[in-house]
Antibody, heavy 118, light 111 residues
Framework: EVQLVESGGGLVQPGGSLRLSCAASGFTFSSYWMYWVRQAPGKGLVWVSRINSDGYSISYADSVKGRFTISRDNAKNTLYLQINSLRAEDTAVYYC???????????WGQGTLVTVSS | QSALTQPASVSGSPGQSITISCTGTSSDVGTYNTVSWYQQHPGKAPKLMIYEGSKRPSGVSNRFSGSKSGNTASLTISGLQAEDEADYYCCSYAGSSTLELFGGGTKLTVL
């Protein structure tokens, strides 16, 4: 059974940092592109970052460029998102998702909530 | 690039059919046959319902169907059931610079 389990969210002050993790199981993690998608409270979905199967092709949404860093450890079947210089507008549930085909993701984690507040 | 445009809400009675539209541009929906649709119940993760415009993943009911005309994609749910009440999001690939665009979401209410 495919499982994606995020962790690492929490309450952080503006300007602070967090490292989110997504533990994958039930599939060959190293064969898939992986994404982080976030959802602010009461709002829609927005993709944040993506990484290809070997970690050498990476993209970021303009809103997080320079502050967020995506990475993966295929030996540990884990996806990461380092988020720095946090702002109030980064408050959201962060989901990791397995890329299926262009514009689609077939498995999603349960999400981890990041709250940026003083 | 702007998000794809969806109606904020739609409603229907059990057994009826409803359609949710997703309007983009010639740079995304109109060019790529990659529209996907997601169902999201409150507090839950999104679930893939349709991909590549009209394909259903294994396990998704055939009551859900997708189509496209020009720059507008549509999700149709037939034989509406109470458990279909949820938020629905569309998404389209939008090229190598923008990558993927989501719609703002549509709340489906089953009356």
């Amino acid at each position: 059974e495919v499982q994606l389990v995020e962790s690492g969210g929490g309450l952080v002050q503006p300007g602070g940092s967090l490292r989110l993790s997504c533990a994958a199981s039930g599939f060959t993690f190293s064969s898939y592109w992986m994404y982080w998608v976030r959802q602010a409270p009461g709002k829609g979905l927005v993709w944040v970052s993506r990484i290809n199967s070997d970690g050498y092709s990476i993209s970021y949404a303009d809103s997080v460029k320079g502050r967020f860093t995506i990475s993966r450890d295929n030996a540990k079947n884990t996806l990461y998102l380092q988020i720095n210089s946090l702002r109030a507008e980064d408050t959201a549930v962060y989901y990791c998702a397995r890329h299926y085909s262009s514009g689609s993701w077939d498995y999603w984690g349960q999400g981890t909530l990041v709250t940026v507040s003083s | 690039q702007s998000a794809l445009t969806q109606p904020a809400s739609v409603s229907g009675s059990p057994g009826q059919s409803i359609t949710i539209s997703c309007t983009g541009t010639s740079s995304d929906v109109g060019t790529y046959n990659t529209v996907s649709w997601y169902q999201q119940h409150p507090g839950k993760a999104p679930k893939l319902m349709i991909y590549e415009g009209s394909k259903r993943p294994s396990g998704v009911s055939n009551r859900f169907s997708g189509s496209k005309s020009g720059n507008t994609a549509s999700l149709t749910i037939s034989g509406l059931q109470a458990e279909d009440e949820a938020d629905y999001y569309c998404c389209s690939y939008a090229g190598s610079s923008t990558l993927e665009l989501f719609g703002g979401g549509t709340k489906l209410t089953v009356l």
